[in-house]
């Protein structure tokens, strides 16, 4: 290859490195204002996040402990979740048989 092709080809993996650092600035820009607006977590935080908190129960043993509540590890650590452990999110609402549809596009 001659030297007049080997500069093309560096500046064109320059360019297109530049254009990949440039995306990821933007992309980092607008993840940090939609946080600051909506309160909502970029998803590779939360995704970091859950890595982290995942590595930190491995690492005491949280994989390995049995789910029986109060059942501790010989270093004495809690089982991190108890079968008998319950999460109630529910929205009671009551439910119309004679409630007004929204017209079907389909027409016989």
């Not at 080809?9 to 990821?24: D, P, S, V």
Request: charged share 20%; glycine share 8%; hydrophobic share 45%.
């Amino acid at each position: 290859m001659n030297w007049i092709a080997r500069i093309f080809m560096g500046l064109l993996g320059l360019g297109f490195l530049a254009a990949l650092l440039l995306g990821l600035l933007c992309y980092i820009v607008y993840a940090t204002v939609r946080w600051l607006l909506t309160g909502r977590k970029p998803q590779v935080v939360v995704v970091w996040q859950q890595f982290s908190t995942l590595r930190q129960n491995f690492r005491q043993g949280g994989f390995r402990a049995s789910t029986r509540p109060g059942f501790q590890d010989p270093r004495g650590h809690a089982a991190p979740f108890a079968r008998d452990d319950q999460v109630v999110d529910v929205e009671v609402r009551e439910v119309v048989e004679d409630a007004p549809r929204l017209p079907s596009d389909r027409r016989p």
